[in-house]
């Protein structure tokens, strides 16, 4: 059974750092691409970042360019979101979410929600002063 569990999430100042885990659990990300979302309450989700099957491209939001970073190991088993300059807008509940992606599409990423089929439960972020 695939299963993505998240971890890293906690409550920090605004302009601290997280790092956000996404780990694979029966499988590894060899053939998929991976992407993180956020959810505030009352807002639909937002896809944050992905990194291509290949682990070459990433794609990320313009709201988290040059803050976020997403990144994999080279076991292929865990994905990081790396979260610099937090700020109270980035608020929320951090999802990962996994979706296969064919040889011919290994080198692109897309940040949406509906292209992908494997998700995690979620880790929070509060940044609040």
């Known amino acids: 059974q695939l299963q993505l569990v998240e971890s890293g999430g906690a409550s920090v100042q605004p302009g601290g750092s997280l790092r956000l885990s996404c780990a694979a659990s029966g499988f590894t990300f060899d053939y998929y691409a991976v992407a993180w979302f956020r959810q505030i309450p009352g807002k639909e989700r937002e896809g944050v970042s992905c990194i291509s099957r290949n682990g070459v491209n990433t794609n990320s939001a313009s709201s988290v360019k040059g803050r976020f970073t997403i990144s994999r190991d080279g076991a292929k088993t865990t994905v990081y979101l790396q979260m610099d300059n937090l700020k109270p807008e980035d608020t929320g509940t951090y999802y990962c979410?996994?979706?296969?992606?064919?040889?011919?599409?290994?080198?692109?990423?897309?940040?949406?929600?509906?292209?992908?089929?494997?998700w995690g439960q979620g880790t929070e972020v509060t940044v609040s002063s």
């Open positions: 979410a996994a979706a296969y992606r064919a040889a011919s599409a290994q080198a692109f990423c897309v940040r949406d929600r509906d292209e992908y089929d494997y």
